[in-house]
């Protein structure tokens, strides 16, 4: 007696949805196991150094939270866009946005006491994310122009400024490198558990998830916003403002990318370098996607990637692969999970 | 011979059968209309044909022979061709490119020799149109006439027309008709599915009436008129209350004053329509789908802004406000379509409160508990099938209906929009929707219903106004109103001057 | 004289920098107007620069090297194909998905192929081709190379492939309106397929312009955006293919100026030149960006009913 299995479009059950992201885990590691086979290493020791090494002491484990640092910020960023349906391409420049702003004022700020310091430097890295997220969300809303090609070219301005400006005004006048003169010891993020680099920009990373939460599911705002982002039409004949609400949105997702700047700046650096981001902005897209656009998912997936990020370093040392595999890594990942998404409109059911 | 033959035709949808046990033939060179109302199952009987449907039991046969179609392309094997409502054309290609597109031989496409292709069958056939033109700069009834190329260049000999005329002119209705002529003068035969009674007595040789899924009869022009065919279109009991109550006796809230609106082509779907609706009353608006009733309820709803005229809510004009404005003003809406009227990925509660979301925010944050008990409270009251954290998606078609219903009523509007409001939805939703709306008229609301629904408009309404071709071409009381009557005016075929 | 060699120079530059924004900006139309966004034209051209390097550094022919490229990009084409038009995933985050994998998957396998060296390696690239030298003030402005010459032979070929084959008719028709399409029995899926590879293709060729004529080496920041600027092209030029040479001259002509400006003595720092493409373009959209539209079916998935 065979019993046939077929696929049906019917919502997948309860227990499936939830261990689809296991499975593109799962996936998402035989496939980048072939190119691991190809740099000449085992898979399965590979696995371990990504993903078991880091997380086997403290010091590890707390620097997998600095990595995940950024992630979580520009994560949250692009969730909250994306969730109102804003495609927010641009955390990269936003981000360096933020950082320019926190190497500025981490430079003038003498004499301020360290607390009221740290604070000024994340509203000054938050406004200026802001600003960077102008000008592709007034075309937007005004315009209509497509905010993806804008928010992405505003990416590259962003990144010639900041080479403008650390090979111009900003060198630094003793190494004579392109960097920023370090800022003030007041404006550094405290460390949490010295030794590890682990600081203050980790709380405020949660503490922006926390706000990205409370915004979309506890306010009128965010209840507008997600309307927006979920049944734009049916939004609009409920009254709701389209133009205005994606211009909030696309302002605040602006201002967040920026914190993740000032993080990297007064925290990790201490003063503002060209490579202060190897693609924090786009790799917040994966962390919002593989989150699903749930704020708490989004910082989920980014402690994955920053874990990810962490143990490419280690592959790196220990097995000579190129820590380029952690980002082939993360962009698989990011495939397999759109794909497996959609298994969530399917069951197998029995066929007689 | 019979050109085509459908021999007992049963085609079911679930609970509701579309077709019972159909007879239909077609002889060789005729125009043969098939006639009836929305839901009478013509679309449904010539789909089967066509290949887009298959039918659970009965017989297709052409010339004479036993067929099996299952796509449309065994249909256009069989010489058998459909133009629909939807024209499936590209604006952006030329009249030839949408002609041989999927049709055409080998690789190259010779504009050349496409266009005098194209231009020849159109000259032969009376058809004026130049191959070259972009169907963009296409009128609707030259679009019409592309897609009878397309059909003329797969070498069909039966053609089906779906309601050809529903997005006509009268100056394209007569050169369709023209058109038509010609295609019978040289062998081929004709399908004209309509529900306008003046055009079918014009083009047709013989006229075959559904009701209700069943085949009424086939008769010859010549032996009938258009009074017996509205009978046997509309001919059934009525049934529901017959009002006595006296026209408008509450004042005027509502005044539509020479309203004009587009539609989403471009093309003029409202014209000079003007109506009053009374405190207390129902005023119905009748009529076949694709009058303007969709372009009347967007006007009112603020989904779409009118090119002329006033629309007056007591002394307030509602022309240019946007939606949450003119719920504000105290009007409730329903909209035609559930499915944009709802965000169908938030819960139910959200839903309820979106639309008066200022009432349920405390500085700006939610007020989970009010909007909970907001939630609970309209469950209860308008008996809906879901708890307030479930998605709406995934609720039924009446009990979404309920949802919408309860957004528009609870604030206790002093002007009610409903459009197709037990569109799709099951007896028992649907006798709770008609319910509620004259609850609303007792307590003293102004109700427009808009409904392609004969029989709902006339066991609701207090007083009738049918809507034809974008215009009011009458407003009865109740008791004035009709069967025939109705049918007469909903097919164009007669007007009521009134002096309201 | 002087002018004239600067305009000569320029107008040469020019030509030279057009060149990958044709090879993109066709690429992206052939998939645009098949009613897909791809934006992994990033990653292709990224990949076609790898690919097309790596093949002729080891095969020692550099057109060996221009054919895997295409191949290459045929393939990236068929993936982007394969989560847009068969699954129908959100075409956005599916082609940035596809740059960032493109674009380690070329980092990874670089640095494996190549080690870690301090000094890039590098190939003797193409030459330019100089038959035309004689020829009075347009003789050195036509020396270029032989890519250059197909760059621009491409628009004519482009052109005749939509407007005068069937299957340029069956991705026109697909991109606008794939009911349409569908109703007169072209096949949607397998129409888009191929528009998408055939545009990878030529995407990924025009990385390797960069880094076998151009360059002759393979650098991390090769293509710096270049994809980006394409997609901005596309609605310039209103997918037109006549118009995206156009397109292409203008930024192109913007790029190379900007490289002289710098030394004219602007007190302008020289990042602030390399800016000026992308701002440019950015204002170029907000001009036109309003009353362009695309194809109609962009970004909608098609699923048959």
């Known amino acids: ?91 990269e420049g936003q981000l360096y946005a933020g950082a320019v702003a926190a190497a500025w004022l981490g430079t003038t700020l003498i004499g301020v006491p360290q607390p009221a310091a740290i604070l000024i430097m994340l509203l000054g890295g938050f406004i200026a994310g802001m600003l960077w997220a102008l000008i592709p969300a007034i075309l937007k809303v005004k315009l209509s122009v497509d905010e993806v090609v804008t928010t992405l070219l505003m990416n590259y301005v962003a990144l010639f400024f900041v080479s403008a400006l650390l090979n111009g005004p900003w060198r630094d006048p003793v190494s004579n490198w392109p960097q920023s003169p370090d800022i003030l010891a007041s404006t550094m993020m405290p460390k949490l558990f010295p030794p590890s680099r ?67 700046v007064a925290g990790i650096h201490f003063h503002l370098i060209d490579a202060i981001s190897p693609g924090y902005g786009y790799t917040g897209i994966i962390a919002a996607t593989l989150g699903n656009l749930n704020p708490f998912g989004s910082m989920a997936a980014s402690l994955f990637l920053g874990l990810i990020s962490t143990g490419s370093q280690a592959v790196s040392r220990s097995l000579g692969v190129p820590t380029f595999l952690g980002d082939v890594v993360q962009a698989t990942l990011l495939l397999v999970t759109l794909a497996m998404f959609l298994l969530r409109n399917y069951t197998l059911r029995k066929v007689e | 011979m019979d050109a085509v033959q459908m021999v007992g035709i049963t085609k079911q949808f679930g609970p509701l059968i579309a077709n019972n046990k159909v007879d239909f033939e ?60 939807h024209f499936t054309l590209v604006p952006t290609l030329t009249v030839a490119e949408n002609v041989v597109l999927g049709f055409n031989p080998g690789m190259r496409l010779n504009p050349n020799l496409v266009n005098k292709f194209v231009d020849d069958a159109a000259k032969k056939f009376g058809i004026e149109i130049k191959s070259s033109t972009l169907v963009r700069h296409l009128s609707v009834g030259e679009r019409q006439r592309v897609e009878i190329l397309k059909a003329l260049y797969r070498n069909i ?192 509660a959200e839903n309820l409160a979106l639309e008066r979301l200022d009432d349920f925010l405390k500085k700006g944050i939610l007020d989970r508990k009010k909007i909970k008990d907001h939630a609970e409270a309209m469950i209860k009251e308008y008996q809906i099938k879901a708890t307030p954290s479930i998605q709406t998606r995934k609720l039924s078609g009446g009990n979404m209906q309920k949802v919408i219903l309860a957004r528009a009523l609870y604030t206790q509007p002093r002007m009610i929009i409903a459009a197709q409001p037990t569109r799709g939805l099951d007896i028992g939703a649907t006798e709770y929707v008609r319910n509620k709306l004259i609850e609303q008229r007792d307590r003293g609301a102004a109700v427009l219903l808009i409904s392609e629904d004969l029989e709902e408009v006339r066991s609701l309404s207090d007083r009738i106004a049918v809507i034809y071709e974008g215009r009011i071409v009458g407003i009865l009381n109740c008791n004035e109103a009709t069967d025939e009557v109705l049918g007469l005016m909903m097919s164009g075929a007669k007007e009521v001057v009134n002096e309201n | ?125 193409f030459p330019q081709m100089t038959f035309l030298e004689g020829v009075p003030f347009l003789g050195p402005i036509l020396a270029q190379y032989a890519l250059t010459y197909i ?120 990042e602030a030149f390399l800016a000026l493409p992308y701002i440019v373009t950015i204002i170029a959209l907000a001009i036109t960006g309003r009353k362009a539209t695309g194809p109609a079916a962009v970004l909608k998935p098609y699923k048959r009913e």
């Open chain 1, 198 to 264: 682990l600081h203050f920009g980790f709380i405020v990373g949660v503490l922006a998830v926390v706000t990205i939460w409370f915004i979309l599911s506890r306010t009128g705002l965010g209840m507008r916003m997600r309307s927006v982002g979920m049944g734009q039409e049916a939004a609009r004949f409920m009254g709701v403002k389209i133009g205005r609400t994606m211009f909030i949105t696309a302002l605040i997702s602006g201002g967040i990318a920026g914190l993740a700047g000032v993080t990297e």
């Open chain 1, 1 to 91: 007696m065979k019993i046939n299995y077929r696929l049906v479009r019917s919502p997948a059950p309860a227990w499936f949805s939830a261990i689809i992201p296991l499975l593109a885990i799962v996936v998402t590691f035989l496939i980048t196991s072939v190119f691991i086979i190809i740099a000449g290493a085992n898979p399965f020791e590979a696995y371990y150094y990504f993903l078991i090494s880091p997380l086997t002491s403290k010091i590890g484990i707390l620097e997998v939270l600095v990595k995940s640092t950024p992630l979580i910020l520009t994560g949250a960023a692009v969730t909250i866009a994306f969730a109102s349906g804003y495609w927010n391409i641009g955390a």
């Open chain 3, 151 to 270: 760059a621009i032979l491409l628009v004519p070929l482009v052109w005749w492939i939509l407007f005068r084959t069937n299957f340029g008719l069956d991705i026109r028709a697909v991109g606008e309106n794939p009911e349409a399409a569908d109703a007169a029995g072209v096949n949607v899926y397998r129409t888009r397929h191929i528009a998408l590879a055939i545009g990878g293709g030529l995407m990924a060729v025009g990385g390797a312009f960069l880094t076998l004529a151009q360059l002759g080496s393979f650098t991390f920041g090769i293509i710096a955006g270049r994809g980006w600027v394409c997609i901005a092209l596309i609605i310039f030029a209103n997918w037109q293919p006549q118009r995206v040479l156009w397109g292409a001259l203008l930024f192109g002509g913007i790029f190379a100026l900007q490289l002289r400006l710098q030394t004219t003595g602007l007190k302008l720092p020289y």
């Open chain 2, 157 to 348: 000999s039966v053609l089906i027309m779906d309601e050809p005329t529903a997005v006509l002119v009268p100056q394209e209705v007569d050169v369709l008709f023209a058109t038509l002529n010609r295609l019978r003068e040289s062998g081929l035969s004709v399908i004209f599915i309509s529900h306008k009674l003046n055009e079918v007595m014009t083009i047709s040789d013989r006229i075959t009436v559904l009701r209700d899924g069943k085949c009424i009869g086939t008769v010859n022009k010549n032996d009938t008129n258009e009074r017996a065919l509205a009978r046997m279109m509309v001919g059934r009991d009525t049934f529901g209350v017959q009002r006595d109550s006296e026209p408008c006796s509450g004042k005027p809230l509502l005044k539509v004053q020479n309203v004009s609106a587009m539609d989403k082509k471009g093309l003029l779907a409202l014209k000079d329509v003007s109506l009053e609706v009374c405190e207390g009353e129902i005023l119905g608006v009748a009529g076949v789908s694709g009058n303007g009733q969709a372009e009347l309820a967007g006007v009112l709803s603020g989904t779409l802004k009118p090119e002329t005229g006033n629309i007056l809510l007591g002394e307030l004009d509602l022309i240019g406000l946007d939606p949450q404005s003119i719920s504000k003003a105290g009007v409730g809406r329903i909209p035609e379509d559930r499915h944009t009227g709802v965000v169908g990925d938030m819960t139910v």
């Open chain 3, 1 to 125: 004289m002087e002018i004239i060699l600067f305009i000569q120079n320029l107008l040469a530059a020019t030509l030279r920098v057009a060149t990958p924004l044709m090879f993109g900006t066709m690429g992206e139309l052939f998939a645009e107007r098949s009613g897909v966004l791809n934006l992994g034209i990033e990653g292709t051209m990224f990949l076609g620069a790898f690919v097309g390097f790596t093949v002729a550094s080891f095969t020692g022919s550099l057109w060996l090297g221009v054919l895997a490229a295409l191949f290459a990009g045929g393939l990236a084409g068929l993936l982007m194909s394969f989560f847009a038009v068969r699954l129908g995933v959100n075409q956005h985050v599916s082609g940035l998905g596809i740059t960032l994998l493109l674009v380690s998957l070329s980092l990874f396998f670089f640095r494996i192929i190549f080690g870690e060296n301090q000094l890039p390696p590098k190939i003797e690239p």
């Open chain 2, 26 to 85: 077609l002889k060789k060179g005729e125009v043969h209309a098939l006639l009836g109302e929305n839901g009478a199952g013509k679309t449904t009987l010539m789909r089967v044909l066509y290949g887009l449907y298959k039918p659970d039991s009965g017989e297709i046969r052409v010339n004479e022979k036993p067929v099996q179609i299952y796509s449309p392309k065994d249909a256009i094997a069989n010489g058998i061709g459909m133009v629909s409502q």
